[in-house]
């Protein structure tokens, strides 16, 4: 075998810890590390290679781990929602839960001496964390209103369960995409309004006709990262909606990790997506090479897409596919949950629905299957008072990362402050449509600002001689039917000197206009 040092290719530190040992291979020593305590464990396991059980040591709250699960397209059902809910709770004022930007759930306090027992009753539920976080595929995005939406091409629940058992082995976890050179970020897309993000994805299946049959378009190599922003571009490959989602995928998965090393992506962390690979070996190459390990011809791209609406953010009231039955999207703030409005959105799928919760990448919750007669009750519920379904116009659409309360790589906080500023515009002015506003608390863009119609990253800026929180502020960003990222309008502004820019953003881009009565000091 030929060996890095052989070709005199330089590891980065990341690949050195995994070639010395794979993230996985720490699985029997769970019980072990929670027995010795979290400050026993040998530094590299404890920062790196719990990642792979989605177990993210948090040097904010040194001791309260954050626990990374995979909801595949976000589905979750109201007794795994429990189950999260109880394990929530035990942790008192230290635990909550997010919902992510990948429409999953992350659990916030956990102790490393509970994982095996947490383990055990995610594994009994059907749940598990395994392989969600560093050099792994991560959450699989799809519609979230998969198999209800009645405007729906293909319903794509199967085919993302069988792909991410692929994946992970069953939740197992699998040896063959243990080592990636870098994470990874798969979607598919099954509605009209490419809810998943289909452009910042290293893969992306949209739905396509070809010669009158449904399958999806492939498109690769999107993401976003401090130092490259790319769109995903098309692969000119179309697959029909059955296990060759799954085949490709694994083909594409596998063609990037066996070509890690020799084409340079071990080397660099900066330059290890998969954008980089297809730039190398130019995307004839690419395919061909996927094609090869895909084992039959690859058809051509469909002419075009059926990506035809703007994207919804599902919110409110909607009829679904099945006759007299409609689901109901809630405003979580932030995505923040707590124990407690976990145990409700459990009970309400259970006593309207079908035991059914459903996850958006706008990091909201929706309930379906409420019989037509029954949403009225529904409404009335008391959780609908703080995660309402008609939220005013900011603060309906604005999305965080999880900023400096618990990230470590944070520049700024976020979720309060978003949220705090969507309110407080909403309270001055009358905005015509909906305007997503998205906050990032670095460049790492985990809250995609470059996908918001604006984009606000946090920032070092200097005021009055000192360093501040501020954002770099973006424009443009454009989802659904033609998406596109937007682009840097102001490259560092205090965060204390942002709502007149944004305010003066929404009238004079937006068409948004002061409320009578407000007058806003000069
Ligand atoms: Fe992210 C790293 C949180 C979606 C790009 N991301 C991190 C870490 C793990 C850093 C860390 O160890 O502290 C953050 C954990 C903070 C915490 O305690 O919650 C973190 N990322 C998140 C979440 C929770 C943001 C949120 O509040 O919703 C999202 C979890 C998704 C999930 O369920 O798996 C999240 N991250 C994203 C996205 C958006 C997406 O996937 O649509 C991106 C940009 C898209 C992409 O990856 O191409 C994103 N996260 C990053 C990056 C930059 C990747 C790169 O190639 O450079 C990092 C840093 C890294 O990997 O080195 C990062
Ligand atoms: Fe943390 Fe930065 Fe990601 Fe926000 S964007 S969650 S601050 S890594």
Not at 311 to 330: A, R, T
């Amino acid at each position: 075998m030929t060996t890095a040092t052989e070709k005199k290719i330089k590891l980065n530190k990341i690949e050195k810890a995994k070639a010395a040992k794979d993230g996985l291979d720490i699985k029997d020593e769970l019980e072990n590390f929670s027995k010795i305590g979290w400050e026993a464990v040998d530094k590299t396991d404890l920062e790196l290679r719990l990642k792979w059980f989605g177990i993210f040591y948090r040097p904010v709250t040194p001791g309260k781990f954050m626990l990374r699960l995979r909801i595949p397209s976000g589905i979750v059902n109201s007794q795994q929602m429990n189950v999260l809910a109880e394990i929530v709770q035990r942790y008192g004022d230290d635990g909550s839960a997010d919902i992510t930007t990948r429409q999953n759930i992350q659990l916030r306090g956990v102790r490393l001496e509970d994982i095996p027992e947490i383990f055990r009753k995610l594994k009994t539920s059907g749940l598990t964390s395994v392989q969600s976080g560093m050099d792994n595929v991560r959450n699989l995005t799809g519609s979230p209103v998969v198999g209800i939406d009645p405007d729906e091409l293909v319903d794509t629940r199967e085919i993302v369960q069988k792909l991410q058992d692929m994946i992970t082995n069953n939740g197992e976890g699998n040896y063959a995409f243990s080592n990636l050179p870098r994470k990874f970020n798969i979607a598919v897309e099954g509605a009209r309004d490419n809810s998943i993000h289909a452009e910042i994805n290293d893969i992306a299946f949209v739905p396509a006709y070809k010669e009158g049959v449904l399958g999806f378009n492939v498109l690769v190599g999107g993401y976003l990262s401090a130092q490259r922003c790319a769109e995903a571009v098309p692969m000119n490959a179309w697959v029909p909606a059955n296990d060759d989602v799954v085949e490709l995928s694994r083909a594409i998965l596998t063609v990037y990790t066996q070509n890690g090393l020799t084409e340079g992506l071990r080397e660099s962390r900066a330059k290890a997506r998969l954008m980089w690979l297809i730039d190398k070996w130019g995307m004839d190459k690419f395919r061909t090479e996927i094609e090869r390990e895909f084992g039959k011809p690859l058809a051509t791209a469909a002419p075009k897409d059926e990506i035809t609406q703007d994207k919804k953010d599902h919110l409110g009231i909607h009829s679904q596919k099945q006759e007299g039955y409609s689901y109901v999207g809630l405003h979580v703030p932030m995505g923040r949950l707590s124990a407690e409005t976990m145990f409700e959105l459990a009970r309400l799928a259970e006593v309207y629905g079908e035991s059914e919760i459903r996850l958006t990448v706008e990091q909201n919750a929706i309930i379906p299957h409420i019989a037509n007669e029954n949403v009225e009750a529904f409404l009335g519920e008391p959780l609908l008072e703080k995660f309402t379904i008609n939220p005013s116009t900011l603060t309906r659409s604005v999305i965080s990362c999880t900023g400096a309360r618990y990230c470590n790589f944070a520049i700024i906080e976020t979720k309060q402050r978003a949220l705090k500023f969507a309110q407080e515009l909403d309270e001055e002015l009358d905005i015509p449509n909906r305007v997503r506003i998205h906050w990032t608390g670095c460049p790492n863009s985990c809250g995609q600002a470059q996908a918001g119609d604006i984009g606000l990253l946090g920032t070092k800026v200097r005021k009055d001689g000192k360093p501040v929180e501020g954002v770099r502020v973006y424009t443009g960003g454009k989802v659904g039917k033609d998406a596109k990222l937007g682009s840097l309008l102001e490259k560092g502004i205090a965060c204390d000197d942002l709502k007149p820019l944004l305010r003066n953003l929404l009238i004079e881009e937006f068409g948004a206009k002061l409320k009578e009565g407000v007058v806003i000091e000069p």
